[in-house]
């Protein structure tokens, strides 16, 4: 695919961009846009070395621009592309923040683009965050001006913070703001946390360039990834300029694009109605998401909606190839309707024309695959209830040891009742030590990571048990990739595919129920999901596989929009009751948990308000009235 496609457009031009102010490009995969991303910039810094001048690059952080620059070092490395000439800006650094610490920009720098490249050190500017207090002032105003001595920035990556800040530039930033200090915003400590472990650890200044600095440079390009930054593109793309939305100030540069994947530009008015900007090709799956959508916008239940509801909200041409709003309605009525079942294994001697799983055989085979010791429960644990009290042979997966969410005084309390139980135990004095030496960017022992794995253990097998489930149906797989002692994790490897391959073929299932939730803070998720994906793509050759079907939960920060759902399973109240004893299993992550997200609840409350929530759509739209529901979508492979 040619790096053309990111070529800048004038936005707004055209029918279905007609709400927009940016211009923006949509892909399948972060993965694929940032390899167009990096070729642009390549051809950008061969471009300057054909004229014999520095390539003046300003670069971004965090997990927006990762595999941007694993691109350009693999184009280093395999095509011989040249850094030499290439001078570059970091927009920003935590303040105070000493180079050497692991969660520095300089040390991220450093180690996913500087140390595996051909830059000169000197070419290398990134904000210093261990500059004294009194001397801050000055050094700001002389970065600034060491970019305007080189002629400014020909090309400017970003990423883009959910209260719609670019580099630090947080709510309140003057569009011609220049390089300075700055107060970070509570989410933007809140969403750094992880990397921290935890919010208290998080700076509350940093050095950031200016928006002004930003909107200087020649070419710019932002990178939007995930469900998790959708409303905030929406709102910078379409919405109003607005100093509480830094980014819109970009609506005004003449050479700017947003480069988006799929869930990230999911908010936007051509992707989310498009029946709204432009003529639509109506599939079944835009009906519903359309009829859906007119529901909730007239808050009326699918079976009232009339001629004059979709005549009116722009819906005019549905009704011109589906007849009548009674019609449509019906059509809809029932297609949400059959997605509602009690037997999530199939129900055994029954009709299975009309809902979502067979029938036949009776008795499956599943597997629950849970990237973290507790996302089955939380996620679907009444449906995991409802698999073994049919009488399903069920197996649960656990994909990580979790161990990095264990508290150090979590660690520590079971470290201390060893040691009360068998004083000589000379691994608990060597626990206890290293917790209570352990400094802010060390990382944890081999001794400490086991402990809290096994901490995650204990409390996965209690939840288990209380559901009925046998010991033996319960499988930890320890994935190579998540083993780090950090946040950041290795990239998955073969070792972690063929772990998971290896308990797939042993079991050969009929059912595989796997977390498809994206919106995960620390991106475990993903990466346990794309394990599964491999593992499937390499066994769908198997006879077994034919049999095989997948379904798709999602975690505790987001639910599947009702249009999506393909089978949701009622919870009556006591089975909520139920879910939650199993959630509190997990006693190590109550009260206080380490990667929260932006929401203070604990898991078993964020996750009952969002199975009522689910209940309470269904019912709105015209359905029974249950007290929750969980909800899948089938993976098809």
Same mark, same amino acid.
């Given at each position: 695919?040619?790096?053309?496609?990111?070529?800048?457009?004038?936005?707004?031009?055209?029918?279905?961009?007609?709400?927009?102010?940016?211009?923006?490009?949509?892909?399948?995969?972060?993965?694929?846009?940032?390899?167009?991303?990096?070729?642009?910039?390549?051809?950008?810094?061969?471009?300057?070395?054909?004229?014999?001048?520095?390539?003046?690059?300003?670069?971004?952080?965090?997990?927006?621009?990762?595999?941007?620059?694993?691109?350009?070092? $693999?184009?280093?490395?395999?095509?011989?592309?040249?850094?030499?000439?290439?001078?570059?800006?970091?927009?920003?650094?935590?303040?105070?923040?000493?180079?050497?610490?692991?969660?520095?920009?300089?040390?991220?720098?450093?180690?996913?683009?500087?140390?595996?490249?051909?830059?000169?050190?000197? !070419?290398?500017?990134?904000?210093?965050?261990?500059?004294?207090?009194?001397?801050?002032?000055?050094?700001?105003?002389?970065?600034?001006?060491?970019?305007?001595?080189?002629?400014?920035?020909?090309?400017?990556?970003?990423?883009?913070?959910?209260? =719609?800040?670019?580099?630090?530039?947080?709510?309140?930033?003057?569009?011609?703001?220049?390089? $300075?200090?700055?107060?970070?915003?509570?989410?933007?400590?809140?969403?750094?946390?992880?990397?921290?472990?935890?919010?208290?650890?998080?700076?509350?200044?940093?050095?950031?360039?200016?928006?002004?600095?930003? #909107?200087?440079?020649?070419?710019?390009?932002?990178?939007?990834?995930?469900?998790?930054?959708?409303?905030?593109?929406?709102?910078?793309?379409?919405?109003?300029?607005?100093?509480?939305?830094?980014?819109?100030?970009?609506?005004?540069?003449?050479?700017?694009?947003?480069?988006?994947?799929?869930?990230?530009?999911?908010?936007?008015?051509?992707?989310?109605?498009?029946?709204?900007?432009?003529?639509?090709?109506?599939?079944?799956?835009?009906?519903?998401?359309?009829?859906?959508?007119?529901?909730?916008?007239?808050?009326?239940?699918?079976?009232?909606?009339?001629?004059?509801?979709? @005549?009116?909200? &722009?819906?005019?041409?549905?009704?011109?190839?589906?007849?009548?709003?009674?019609?449509?309605?019906?059509? *809809?009525?029932?297609?949400?309707?059959?997605?509602?079942?009690?037997?999530?294994?199939?129900?055994?001697?029954?009709?299975?024309?009309?809902?979502?799983?067979?029938?036949?055989?009776?008795?499956? $085979?599943?597997?629950?695959?849970?990237?973290?010791?507790?996302?089955?429960?939380?996620? *679907?644990?009444?449906?995991?209830?409802?698999?073994?009290?049919?009488?399903?042979?069920?197996?649960?997966?656990? %994909?990580?040891? =979790?161990?990095?969410?264990?508290?150090?005084?979590?660690?520590?309390?079971?470290?201390?009742?060893?040691?009360?139980?068998?004083?000589?135990?000379?691994?608990?004095?060597?626990?206890?030590?290293?917790? @209570?030496?352990?400094?802010?960017?060390?990382?944890?022992?081999?001794?400490?990571?086991?402990?809290? &794995?096994?901490?995650?253990?204990?409390?996965?097998?209690?939840?288990?048990?209380?559901? =009925?489930?046998?010991?033996?149906?319960?499988?930890?797989?320890?994935?190579?990739?998540?083993?780090?002692?950090?946040?950041?994790?290795?990239?998955?490897?073969?070792?972690?595919?063929?772990?998971?391959?290896?308990?797939?073929?042993?079991?050969?299932?009929?059912?595989?129920?796997?977390? =498809?939730?994206?919106?995960?803070? !620390?991106?475990?998720?993903?990466?346990?999901?794309?394990?599964?994906?491999?593992?499937?793509?390499?066994?769908? !050759?198997?006879?077994?596989?034919?049999?095989?079907?997948?379904?798709?939960? #999602?975690?505790?920060?987001?639910?599947?929009?009702?249009?999506?759902?393909?089978?949701?399973?009622?919870?009556?109240?006591?089975?909520?009751?139920?879910?939650?004893?199993?959630?509190?299993?997990?006693?190590?992550?109550?009260?206080?948990? *380490?990667? %929260?997200?932006?929401?203070?609840?604990?898991?078993?409350?964020?996750?009952?308000?969002?199975? $009522?929530?689910?209940?309470?759509?269904?019912?709105?739209?015209?359905?029974?009235?249950?007290?929750?529901?969980?909800?899948?979508? #089938?993976?098809?492979?």
């Amino acid at each position: 695919m040619s790096a053309k496609l990111i070529k800048f457009k004038e936005a707004g031009k055209f029918e279905d961009t007609r709400f927009e102010k940016i211009h923006n490009e949509v892909f399948d995969s972060s993965q694929e846009a940032s390899i167009i991303v990096a070729q642009e910039i390549a051809d950008l810094i061969k471009g300057k070395q054909a004229s014999n001048t520095h390539c003046v690059l300003g670069l971004a952080t965090g997990s927006s621009p990762i595999k941007v620059y694993e691109e350009l070092v $693999r184009m280093h490395k395999e095509d011989g592309l040249s850094f030499a000439n290439v001078v570059t800006f970091n927009l920003d650094e935590y303040y105070p923040m000493e180079k050497d610490n692991i969660q520095s920009y300089y040390y991220f720098m450093h180690e996913h683009l500087f140390n595996h490249v051909d830059i000169l050190p000197e !070419h290398i500017n990134i904000p210093n965050g261990s500059v004294s207090h009194d001397d801050l002032y000055q050094y700001c105003i002389d970065y600034e001006n060491k970019i305007k001595a080189l002629g400014g920035l020909d090309f400017q990556l970003l990423g883009i913070g959910r209260t =719609g800040h670019i580099g630090f530039n947080e709510p309140g930033s003057h569009f011609n703001s220049a390089t $300075r200090s700055i107060t970070l915003d509570h989410i933007t400590r809140v969403d750094a946390a992880p990397s921290f472990l935890g919010i208290d650890n998080v700076p509350r200044k940093a050095i950031t360039m200016g928006v002004g600095t930003v #909107r200087s440079a020649k070419r710019i390009v932002l990178l939007g990834w995930g469900i998790s930054k959708a409303e905030i593109l929406k709102e910078t793309i379409e919405g109003e300029i607005s100093s509480q939305v830094p980014a819109t100030y970009l609506q005004e540069h003449d050479n700017t694009t947003f480069v988006l994947d799929k869930g990230a530009s999911s908010e936007l008015t051509r992707i989310k109605t498009p029946w709204l900007v432009a003529s639509c090709e109506w599939t079944d799956e835009l009906k519903l998401k359309a009829v859906v959508w007119l529901s909730e916008l007239t808050n009326k239940p699918i079976l009232k909606l009339t001629d004059k509801d979709y @005549n009116d909200n &722009g819906m005019s041409d549905l009704l011109g190839v589906e007849g009548t709003a009674y019609d449509l309605n019906i059509k *809809m009525f029932n297609t949400l309707q059959h997605t509602i079942t009690g037997w999530p294994g199939g129900k055994p001697n029954a009709d299975e024309t009309y809902r979502p799983e067979r029938a036949n055989p009776e008795k499956k $085979r599943v597997i629950i695959f849970s990237p973290h010791p507790d996302d089955d429960v939380i996620s *679907m644990g009444g449906t995991f209830d409802r698999l073994v009290q049919q009488g399903h042979e069920v197996h649960i997966a656990y %994909q990580t040891s =979790g161990n990095i969410a264990v508290s150090d005084s979590e660690a520590l309390k079971f470290a201390e009742i060893t040691k009360a139980l068998h004083a000589e135990s000379e691994t608990s004095d060597s626990i206890i030590e290293a917790i @209570n030496t352990k400094t802010g960017n060390e990382v944890d022992s081999i001794e400490v990571r086991r402990l809290k &794995g096994l901490i995650r253990r204990s409390e996965s097998l209690g939840a288990t048990r209380y559901l =009925g489930l046998n010991d033996v149906n319960v499988h930890f797989l320890d994935l190579p990739f998540y083993e780090t002692g950090t946040i950041k994790k290795n990239n998955l490897s073969q070792p972690d595919i063929d772990i998971m391959s290896a308990l797939i073929e042993d079991i050969k299932p009929h059912q595989i129920y796997a977390a =498809g939730d994206l919106a995960d803070p !620390h991106g475990t998720h993903k990466v346990c999901l794309d394990a599964l994906f491999a593992s499937l793509e390499e066994l769908k !050759h198997k006879d077994y596989m034919n049999e095989c079907w997948v379904w798709l939960y #999602r975690g505790a920060w987001h639910e599947w929009e009702s249009y999506e759902i393909e089978m949701a399973v009622p919870m009556s109240p006591d089975q909520v009751l139920r879910k939650r004893h199993a959630i509190f299993y997990h006693q190590s992550q109550k009260d206080g948990v *380490m990667f %929260q997200g932006d929401d203070s609840r604990e898991f078993w409350v964020r996750v009952e308000d969002r199975n $009522r929530l689910t209940a309470k759509k269904y019912n709105d739209l015209g359905l029974a009235d249950y007290a929750a529901i969980e909800a899948f979508k #089938r993976y098809h492979f």
